[in-house]
C-alpha cells in the first residue's frame, strides 16, 4: 500500500523485497500502527525538509514474523516473532560511535522519504540489529507499540527521577500515553494529562492520570495549578502545537525540565523568553529513542505495562485509507488504530 498523493493511498503489486546483505531479515508483516508521523505524510506529504517522493509507502510501528535470513544473520532465525525497531543506523560514524544510533549521521529509517520505505507493506526487509524477538506470550499488537513506548521510555529516561515528581503531559495521543505509563511506573506521584478528545482523556484517567483537561474546553493551566499551585516539576510536550509548549512554559515550576516531543506542523517554536529565563527553565528535545526498545518490551513482557488500552481500531490491510483518515480526523475518539496484515 502506497502514497500516490496528498490523502490519496493506492494497493500495489511490488515485487517481493530480496535479502540482499548477509545480515538482512525478511519479515513477513502481521500488524502495524498508524502513526501520527505517517499522518503527516498523508495529510501534506512532508515533514520538515523530509519530502515524499510518489508512490511511497509509510509505516514503521510493525511486528511480524522472520521469513528468512542472510547467512550472517545470528540474533534472529526464520520462525521467530519480533518486534521491529524501524531505525537502521550505521554504526560507524561519530554519533553511533559516541552511543547515539538514533542521531546516525547516514541514519536510514522505516517509511522516511530519502531513507527507506515504510512497512505498510506484507513484507520487507530490515537489518537483524533492527528484529527483536518477543516471547510466546506477547501478542503482535504489543510488539508493535513497543515503537512508540520506547519513545515515551526514552523521553522519561532524559528527563527526571521520576520518583515522587509531579509531571504534566500535553497531548495524550499514542505518545502521551507512552510517556504516562513508564512515569507512573517509575513512581511519579501526580500526573496531569490534557487533550482536545475526551475519550482519550477518560484512557487517561483510566490508566492512572491524577487530573485532566480538555484544550478546548477548558483553562488548563489554571485548572492544574489549582491542583499543583507549587506548579510541575517536568512537562511533556506530545501533541506538536504552540499553545502546549506556552502552557507548559506557564506550568513548570523554577528549575523545572521541559520535554519537547511533539512534531509540528510549522517550521519555529516560540519560546517566552521572560517567563523561562526567570524560571531558568531547561528545554529539550527529544528525537526518537536510543536503546529503549529492549526496556520497552521488557516491561510489556514484565506486566510492568499494559498498553492495550492503546488500542481503539482495528482495520485490514485493504482499507488502510480509512484507517489514515480516521486517524488524520481525530475521530471516533481514536488512540491508535492498528492494520492488520492476516
Request: charged share 25%; aromatic share 6%; glycine share 10%.
Amino acid at each position: 500500500m502506497k502514497l500516490t498523493g496528498i490523502r490519496q493511498m493506492e494497493m500495489m503489486d511490488v515485487p517481493k523485497p530480496a535479502i540482499l546483505n548477509d545480515r538482512d531479515v525478511l519479515i513477513r508483516m502481521k500488524t502495524l500502527g498508524v502513526c501520527g508521523s505517517d499522518i503527516h505524510y498523508y495529510v501534506s506529504g512532508k515533514i520538515g525538509s523530509q519530502v515524499v517522493n510518489y508512490p511511497f509507502a509509510v509505516g514503521h510501528e510493525g511486528a511480524g514474523l522472520v521469513e528468512a535470513v542472510g547467512k550472517g544473520v545470528s540474533l534472529v532465525k526464520r520462525g521467530d516473532r519480533i518486534a521491529i525497531e524501524p531505525a537502521m543506523p550505521c554504526w560507524e560514524c561519530d554519533q553511533c560511535k559516541a552511543g547515539r544510533p538514533h542521531t546516525c549521521r547516514n541514519l536510514r529509517f522505516l517509511g522516511c522519504p530519502g531513507q527507506a520505505e515504510g512497512s505498510l507493506s506484507e513484507f520487507i526487509v530490515m537489518p537483524e540489529t533492527s528484529c527483536f524477538k518477543i516471547p510466546d506470550q506477547m501478542s503482535y499488537d504489543e510488539a508493535a507499540i513497543s515503537e512508540p513506548l520506547a519513545i515515551g521510555v526514552y523521553a522519561v529516561k532524559q528527563s527526571i527521577p521520576m520518583k515522587g515528581a509531579k509531571v504534566g503531559i500535553l497531548g495524550f495521543g499514542p505518545i502521551g500515553m507512552s510517556v504516562l505509563l513508564p512515569a507512573l511506573s517509575q513512581g511519579a506521584s501526580e500526573v496531569y494529562v490534557s487533550d482536545k478528545i475526551d475519550e482519550r482523556l477518560q484512557i487517561a484517567r483510566e490508566n492512572g492520570a491524577s487530573l485532566t483537561a480538555n484544550a478546548d474546553k477548558e483553562d488548563v493551566v489554571g485548572r492544574f495549578t489549582d491542583k499543583a499551585p507549587e506548579l510541575l516539576d517536568v512537562v511533556f510536550e506530545c501533541c506538536g502545537q504552540q499553545e502546549a509548549l506556552d502552557q507548559a512554559v506557564e506550568l513548570l515550576k523554577p528549575g523545572g525540565k521541559l520535554m519537547v516531543i511533539g512534531i509540528p506542523e510549522f517550521e519555529n517554536w516560540t519560546i517566552p523568553v521572560d517567563t523561562s529565563r526567570r524560571k531558568e527553565l531547561c528545554i529539550q528535545n527529544v528525537r526518537r529513542q536510543n536503546e529503549a526498545v529492549q526496556p520497552a518490551l521488557d516491561m510489556i513482557a514484565g506486566g510492568e505495562i499494559h498498553v492495550d488500552p492503546m488500542v481503539t481500531h482495528r482495520f485490514d490491510f485493504k482499507d488502510s485509507k480509512e484507517a489514515f483518515d480516521l486517524v488524520a480526523g481525530y475521530k471516533d475518539g481514536v488512540m491508535k488504530a492498528m492494520i492488520d496484515f492476516d
